[in-house]
């Protein structure tokens, strides 16, 4: 392997608590200490037996009084709670694909944005029978754009998205009413059904729960993705470098946090802006670096090569090494933390959105229709904070890796055309792939997703389990925080290989890839679904057959929840390192591990030792594998 080598959990936990020394210096909080703080946490919380969804209550279930006062039991009560938390879920990631939808709407040739995708635009409007011959690629652009965001709110039918998947598995949708109609409607429906008087009943509550999971995943998340891939390119194959050590000493750093493409992108462009690199010279800096974290930080790194500075739980140590002149953030996973962290350093935590709008930050409006003048003056605004760095408390952990990101579906298929060795064309379809997977080559394949969370030593679940899986020849496919951990290990280096088994390393070799890839960030989950649909179409077999699991062992947020519901209902069992809320009621574990399976064909596994997690999804791959007589 030459001189590669992983990074390892106690490197990151070592430069982790020398960065907690510097913020003891200025008596900053962090998350460590609020943890400790909120140790242990409500037991009525956790197993989902607390409803607070009137002022009758708040209620709790014990034995000795095992129903609420409007008489809902255990099962009533952890079902609402779990249709809520998917329904805040859905309706994050489904408004940022609206926000998308929206940006699309303004693109013109000499706009803020423009089209970079248009052979995509085109065959989405194929896809969705609209005529394109003769249409300018921007009158289209508005179209499309329209038609989606009235996905939103139409008054009748289904998803438009939904015919990507193979029928047996639109069949499985229709006849277990979960095909979802419009996005909203099923948040809205959500909310009505778990309002105070209405269902109690555990296997209608999951039943909307799959649907409105599925108005994400096969809804709002996919309009954020195709359409961002429209705007912004499709992602391919790009070397970028990942951890904290990409944070530079002698620059000024911009740190982009949260979601939404539309303002990491322009912030991109002006900080390449030749007067905003005049001007930090001028104050001394040597150039303008951009890093990101969180999902904001794999939409730039998939499309521009941009450093990943971290991920979920990482958030407070780029503050933390002072030498951040701004973190700017849209919305989602932004810690309220980072305010008052922020005035114990230099740094200035610029807030953009309406949505997340926070105590102790510098609010600067960010709309697409101005979003060049608000980007430049937030760079401005970074920029002249290099001025202001207290020297004495710079320090940046040397750790980092090199990566290589950006593996949209598309770029996959092209990328595995390579390792056919036929004559045969198989441009376009997944056929390397599958065959690589018949013949044992590969194993099968994880689909690896979500958060961190502080239940679980961080990161160590995401890379531990990495490595196993592809020891065992499973190629992992990744998005969200844990693309970052396997990026900050290592595992996005292409020397990586090394640490595969036989088959995989061979495949690796010829098609010249990690074995891990970057699909992207959260919304990305659904380019997951359309590989995996595709997958099936070229095996010729349903989804629920292929030898692929789901994974996301340290995952906290409510829009895990609603991804975890659309990826099992698209068929494909998913295995879960953090308990969700349900375990007050035997009915509601029992319709998520096992019910569900009758209608959908997969299911969910709960297990909370990474060891045995790992081992569980390579005896299901296995399983699967017999199963099809592979
Ligand atoms: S950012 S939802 S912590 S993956 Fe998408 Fe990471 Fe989870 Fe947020």
């Known amino acids: 392997m030459g001189d590669f080598k992983l990074t390892t959990i106690e490197e990151f936990e070592e430069a982790t608590n020398r960065l907690l020394e510097t913020g003891a210096k200025v008596g900053a909080d962090s998350w460590q200490l609020r943890v400790k703080n909120q140790t242990p946490h409500c037991k009525f919380g956790e197993q989902g037996i607390c409803c607070r969804i009137c002022s009758m209550g708040p209620c709790r279930i014990t034995k000795k009084s095992p129903r609420g006062i409007c008489g809902c039991d255990a099962h009533g009560i952890a079902g609402r709670n779990f249709l809520r938390f998917t329904a805040g879920g859905a309706a994050t990631h489904s408004d940022h694909g609206r926000e998308i939808c929206h940006t699309l709407h303004t693109v013109s040739p000499d706009g803020n944005y423009k089209v970079k995708d248009s052979e995509k635009l085109r065959r989405i409007a194929k896809e969705w029978g609209v005529e394109t011959e003769g249409k300018d690629i921007y009158e289209l652009a508005h179209e499309l754009s329209e038609m989606a965001l009235l996905e939103y709110g139409k008054p009748f039918g289904v998803q438009r998205w939904l015919k990507r998947a193979p029928e047996h598995t639109q069949k499985l949708w229709h006849e277990a009413g979960i095909e979802p109609r419009a996005i909203d409607r099923e948040v809205s429906t959500a909310m009505h059904m778990t309002h105070m008087g209405n269902s109690s009943k555990p296997e209608a509550l999951v039943r909307q729960s799959l649907r409105a999971g599925m108005s994400d995943g096969w809804g709002g998340s996919m309009c954020g993705t195709e359409f961002s891939d429209v705007m912004f390119g499709t992602p391919k194959p790009v070397d970028t470098e990942a951890n904290l050590g990409v944070m530079k000493e002698d620059e000024v750093n911009i740190i982009v946090h949260g979601h939404d493409p539309s303002l990491s992108e322009m912030i991109c462009e002006y900080a390449e802006d030749p007067e905003m690199i005049q001007l930090a010279k001028s104050l001394g800096a040597n150039g303008i670096n951009v890093a990101g974290v969180c999902c904001t930080s794999n939409e730039v790194a998939m499309r521009r090569g941009i450093p990943m500075a971290g991920n979920f739980l990482q958030q407070e140590n780029v503050v933390l090494t002072g030498a951040c002149e701004a973190i700017v953030v849209d919305v989602q996973c932004i810690f309220p933390a980072l305010g008052p962290l922020s005035k114990c350093f230099h740094t200035k935590f610029i807030t953009t959105s309406p949505i997340a709008q926070m105590p102790d930050s510098d609010f600067i409006l960010f709309e697409a229709e101005t979003a060049g003048e608000n980007a430049k003056k937030i760079v401005r605004a970074a920029v002249e904070n290099f001025a202001n760095r207290k020297k004495e408390l710079v320090h940046i952990p040397q750790l980092k890796q090199k990566a290589t990101v950006g593996y949209s579906v598309e770029a996959i298929i092209k990328t595995l055309d390579t390792v056919t060795n036929s004559q045969i064309d198989v441009t376009g379809t997944t056929k390397p792939l599958v065959d690589c997977i018949t013949s044992g080559v590969i194993r099968g394949a994880v689909a690896m997703v979500g958060c961190n969370n502080p239940r679980v030593r961080p990161d160590s679940a995401h890379i531990e389990l990495m490595k196993k899986l592809i020891k065992n020849d499973i190629i992992v496919v990744l998005s969200g925080c844990s693309a970052q951990a396997a990026a900050r290990a290592g595992l996005m280096d292409k020397r990586a290989k090394d640490l ?64 975890g519901n659309y990826v099992v209902a698209t068929g494909i069992d998913t295995f879960l390192g953090v308990e969700p809320q349900v375990s007050g009621s035997d009915q509601m574990v029992h319709w998520l591990t096992e019910g569900i399976r009758d209608w959908v064909e997969a299911a969910y596994t709960v297990e909370l030792d990474i060891e045995k997690l790992g081992d569980a999804m390579i005896a299901r791959i296995e399983e699967k594998r017999v199963a099809l007589g592979i």
């Open 500 to 563: 595969c088994g036989a088959g995989l390393k061979r495949v690796c070799e010829l098609a010249d890839i990690p074995p891990v890839l970057h699909m992207g960030s959260c919304v990305d989950i659904s380019r997951m679904m359309v590989l995996a649909s595709q997958l099936a179409k070229d095996a010729g077999v349903n989804i629920s057959q292929l030898p692929l699991v789901g994974c996301a062992p340290e995952w906290m947020s409510e829009k895990a929840v609603s991804i």
